[in-house]
């Protein structure tokens, strides 16, 4: 079961233009979404994250979208650069009953800036 | 600060071989998780140790296992390999679970034939 569905799986987006990216969750007791970035032959790396009592968070030209009654958030690339091609993850946690954190990852999305 | 080590890089295994990869976490992390990529399936979560004790697991047959460390190192093995084991394997460090930031090493590809 897919608790995390993440759409487009793949985006090309003009340089200078703004990517979205979308996720949707089913599961309430996620509280906490990191999106991370993934380049060719690397490990993903942290890009940026939220929590649920906070409805958006920029930080430098990436901002995430949360809308809590609509079990959705989203990825905003703005001023899109090539240099910005990866594959971007959406993911949810949340406090299993051992106390730790428990991940769900999103299938990604392949985004192409193209010049 | 060093970053997360997985070896080897790459391996090449036939079918019905069993393999064992090895990860080393950031300094002072506790968690390690690891993850199976493939194109069709994205992320998929294996297991999580903490402390030498694994404490999450996801939906793999038994044929994948792991283990930890006192030094927080990890491996993980998968025995009896099948050509659809065939994939990125990465692994992730955290200071106590996946709510602080997990840290991804590059990953093993693991190619069986």
């Known amino acids: 079961q897919q608790q995390v569905k993440q759409s487009p799986q793949s985006l090309i987006v003009q340089k200078g233009g703004i990517s979205i990216i979308n996720c949707a969750y089913e599961n309430t007791a996620f509280d906490y979404f990191p999106w991370y970035q993934q380049f060719p032959g690397k490990g993903p790396a942290l890009l940026i994250a939220i929590r649920p009592d906070v409805s958006e968070k920029k930080e430098g030209r990436f901002t995430i979208s949360f809308n809590k009654s609509a079990k959705q958030f989203s990825l905003h690339i703005m001023d899109s650069q090539p240099g910005d091609s990866a594959t971007y993850f959406c993911?949810?946690?949340?406090?299993?009953?051992?106390?730790?954190?428990?991940?769900?990852f999103g299938i990604g999305t392949k985004l192409q800036v193209i010049p | 600060k060093a970053g997360v080590t997985q070896t080897p890089r790459y391996l090449i295994k036939t079918r019905g071989q069993q393999v064992t990869l090895s990860c080393s976490p950031i300094?002072?992390?506790?968690?390690v998780s690891w993850y199976q990529q493939t194109p069709g399936q994205g992320l998929q979560f294996l297991f999580e140790?903490?402390?030498?004790?694994?404490?999450n697991k996801g939906n793999f047959p038994g044929r994948f296992s792991g283990r930890q460390f006192s030094n927080s190192r990890s491996e993980m093995n998968v025995s009896t390999l099948e050509l659809g084991d065939s994939a990125l394997y990465l692994c992730a460090s955290s200071l106590f679970d996946s709510n602080t930031e997990a840290f991804f090493g590059q990953g093993t590809r693991l190619t069986v034939v």
């Open positions: 300094s002072g992390h506790r968690s």
């Open positions: 140790y903490f402390s030498e004790t694994q404490r």
């Open positions: 993911a949810a946690s949340l406090r299993g009953s051992g106390g730790y954190q428990k991940v769900t």
